[in-house]
């Protein structure tokens, strides 16, 4: 075969612009630490790292509903406690008047205090939080309770409010507004209804200690209410933050797996580029001694 010097001119330039193509691409590697830049880099790396960047990215968002779920959580925690507070100040005040020693006058003091503890109760049971009535089920934009305690005319909701907290996992974080504030007797009497039905006694001239014993027992079931509901809460708090473990856990594996997949070893990447650049520079003095001659250097 008939080697001429265009033959040689052209495979030392293809040979150049292959190592300049590799010391390009080994460039761009330590500059973005990443193996690929495009998709036709490496069409199996960059598959790859599309599955793991969504799984990382459902973990992220699974992270932000933990902090709403320790909003509702927490929040509704902080108004039963408030809320069994007041039950507690309620059945005190009862037990006092309950003795014969106390005459109307006192009774009825007494009797006020219950009101002001009722208006307080009241508002817990309308607590909201980002706008959310937290105690209204899913009708989370509807007030429950009328300012005298009684139920908004939209009605209560005992619907579940929940949160996907990991995939294909629904946790609950209301609280059944019925068992706390509604019907939580066998009566079905609403703790409101108790207190209306306490202070209209107190406010009565002829009432005895006899008669208000009655109500010690109703208000005992709903502060036991209130307990339940407050421990379905906790443990509910306790799982909540099980499952968070685990999930920082996936984030840390899912970030772990997605770097060694896209991330280049930087170590060996710059070995790599000063080792071509070595290359490069030989090829480009090998290069400049092969095209240079021609034959009318020695036609002179």
């Known amino acids: 075969m008939r080697v001429t010097q265009s033959m040689l001119s052209g495979n030392s330039l293809k040979s150049l612009q292959t190592s300049l193509a590799r010391l390009d691409q080994l460039n761009t590697q330590v500059s973005t630490q990443k193996k690929i830049t495009k998709p036709s ?10 599955v793991y960047r969504r799984s990382l990215s459902e973990v992220e968002q699974y992270q932000r509903n933990f902090s709403e ?6 929040t509704s925690d902080s108004a039963l406690d408030k809320a069994k507070l007041a039950l507690d100040r309620i059945r005190e005040l009862t037990v006092e008047v309950s003795n014969d020693t106390y005459d109307a006058q006192q009774r009825q003091a007494a009797g006020a205090e219950i009101k002001q503890l009722k208006e307080h109760l009241v ?3 309308n607590t909201k939080f980002n706008d959310q009535y937290l105690f ?23 619907g579940k409010v ?6 294909g996992v629904m946790i609950q974080v209301n609280i059944d507004v019925s068992s706390v504030f509604g019907a939580s007797n066998s009566s079905g009497e609403s703790v ?15 009432t005895t200690g006899k008669d208000l014993t009655g109500f010690l027992s109703t208000l005992d079931t709903h502060i036991s209410s209130n307990t339940t509901a407050r421990a379905e809460i906790g443990a509910r708090y306790n799982r909540i933050e099980l499952m968070e473990a685990r999930m920082a856990e996936q ?15 930087f170590e060996k990447v710059v070995t790599e580029l000063t ?14 001694r092969i095209i240079q001659p021609t034959l009318m250097d020695y036609l002179r």
């Open 162 to 167: 929940e949160l996907e907290l990991s995939k």
């Open 69 to 74: 779920a320790y909003n509702w959580v927490e």
């Open 136 to 158: 209204n089920g899913t009708k989370t934009t509807t007030q429950p309770f009328n300012d005298d305690g009684t139920v908004s005319a939209d009605g209560l909701s005992t």
């Open 251 to 265: 984030q840390v594996v899912a970030s772990r797996i997605m770097s060694e997949n896209e991330d280049v070893d």
């Open 275 to 288: 080792t071509q650049e070595t290359v490069h520079k030989a090829a480009l003095s090998v290069a400049s």
């Open 192 to 206: 409101f209804d108790t207190i209306d039905r306490l202070t209209t006694q107190l406010d009565t001239d002829t």
């Open 41 to 50: 880099d490496d069409p199996v790396t960059a598959m790859k790292g599309i």
């Open 123 to 125: 508002e817990i049971a």
